[in-house]
């Protein structure tokens, strides 16, 4: 789903390297809300804006040779819109951004995001673009941190690096990923082999530069905050489950921990209901 112009061509990007890899159609959806007080297929919208969001498809089905469906729906609830559309396309994966920030009460990432993680059975990968771009201006996607849990979103997560590592702005140059895992001090064994294994299997899948870091403290947040700093990572991919998103803030959420207190890009990945 694409909503803000500014954040529109990345996210289609992210979208069309996973299509490819995948061997997905993309379809870009673009909802427009109305008033309930208001029947959508009666109400007259202005449809402009969203046909120059859907028009940059073609540059992305030239680039990435990729089928691509555009379309949009006029709808009192976004949420609702973007359900139906998962129900009827059979879609497989949802991508969609968030601005890292909710002023929701109630609500850990905001209404729309809240709900696709909750109802939505496909996969689940939610951007929040770096809030400080490169000196071009562009996104960068050159160095990646991916925190590691041993769960099957971290798994899910692993498994769409590759694709996303095809968005590195200079291809003469490798990628540089980094595996971490974050024990507490109370924990007497620290996953070293778990790490061991993602970075065999990530070494025989791409051409980037991948190194694992084992780290020990009281916040995984903090830890992950302060090792994005240190490596000047362009982006974090972060596994997440369907409950631990939606646990209550107060109760401490990891994952919206990092992209609030990150500037950098952060990808959240949850499988889906399967």
């Given at each position: 789903t694409i909503a803000n112009p500014k954040t529109a061509m990345p996210l289609m990007q992210m979208a069309a390297a996973i299509a490819q890899a995948?061997?997905?159609?993309?379809?870009?959806?673009?909802?427009?809300?109305?008033?309930?007080?208001?029947?959508?297929?009666e109400t007259?919208?202005?449809?402009?804006?969203?046909?120059?969001?859907?028009?940059?498809?073609?540059?992305?089905?030239?680039?990435?040779?990729?089928?691509?469906?555009?379309?949009?729906?006029?709808?009192?609830?976004?949420?609702?819109?973007?359900?139906?559309?998962?129900?009827?396309?059979?879609?497989?994966?949802?991508l969609?951004?968030?601005n890292g920030v909710n002023h929701t009460p109630g609500r850990v990432f905001g209404s729309v995001v809240d709900t696709m993680i909750r109802q939505a059975t496909c996969d689940v990968v939610l951007v929040k673009m770096a809030t400080q771009p490169s000196t071009s201006g562009d996104m960068s996607f050159d160095r990646w941190l991916l925190?590691?849990?041993?769960?099957?979103?971290?798994?899910?997560?692993?498994r769409l690096l590759p694709a996303f590592l095809?968005?590195?702005?200079?291809?003469?140059?490798?990628?540089?990923?980094?595996?971490?895992?974050?024990?507490?001090?109370?924990?007497?064994?620290?996953?070293?082999?778990?790490?061991?294994?993602?970075?065999?299997?990530?070494?025989?899948?791409?051409?980037a530069s991948v190194e694992a870091t084992a780290l020990c403290s009281t916040s995984?947040?903090?830890?992950?905050?302060?090792?994005?700093?240190?490596?000047?990572?362009?982006?974090?991919?972060?596994?997440?489950?369907?409950?631990?998103?939606?646990?209550q803030v107060m109760k401490g959420n990891i994952p919206e921990a990092i992209a609030r207190q990150c500037n950098c890009t952060v990808i959240l990945v949850r499988g889906s209901q399967d």
């Amino acid at each position: 789903t694409i909503a803000n112009p500014k954040t529109a061509m990345p996210l289609m990007q992210m979208a069309a390297a996973i299509a490819q890899a995948q061997r997905y159609e993309l379809e870009c959806l673009q909802v427009i809300s109305v008033s309930r007080l208001r029947s959508p297929a009666e109400t007259d919208v202005s449809t402009v804006m969203s046909r120059k969001l859907l028009k940059l498809t073609n540059k992305l089905r030239q680039q990435w040779d990729i089928p691509i469906h555009t379309q949009i729906r006029v709808s009192h609830d976004i949420s609702h819109a973007i359900l139906e559309t998962l129900e009827e396309r059979r879609i497989d994966l949802l991508l969609m951004g968030w601005n890292g920030v909710n002023h929701t009460p109630g609500r850990v990432f905001g209404s729309v995001v809240d709900t696709m993680i909750r109802q939505a059975t496909c996969d689940v990968v939610l951007v929040k673009m770096a809030t400080q771009p490169s000196t071009s201006g562009d996104m960068s996607f050159d160095r990646w941190l991916l925190p590691m849990a041993g769960g099957p979103n971290s798994r899910h997560a692993l498994r769409l690096l590759p694709a996303f590592l095809k968005l590195a702005d200079h291809p003469a140059v490798r990628p540089q990923v980094r595996l971490c895992y974050v024990s507490s001090p109370q924990e007497t064994e620290v996953k070293v082999i778990l790490l061991e294994e993602a970075v065999l299997a990530l070494k025989n899948r791409v051409s980037a530069s991948v190194e694992a870091t084992a780290l020990c403290s009281t916040s995984v947040p903090d830890a992950i905050v302060d090792l994005a700093e240190k490596d000047q990572c362009d982006v974090i991919i972060l596994g997440a489950t369907r409950e631990g998103l939606l646990q209550q803030v107060m109760k401490g959420n990891i994952p919206e921990a990092i992209a609030r207190q990150c500037n950098c890009t952060v990808i959240l990945v949850r499988g889906s209901q399967d």
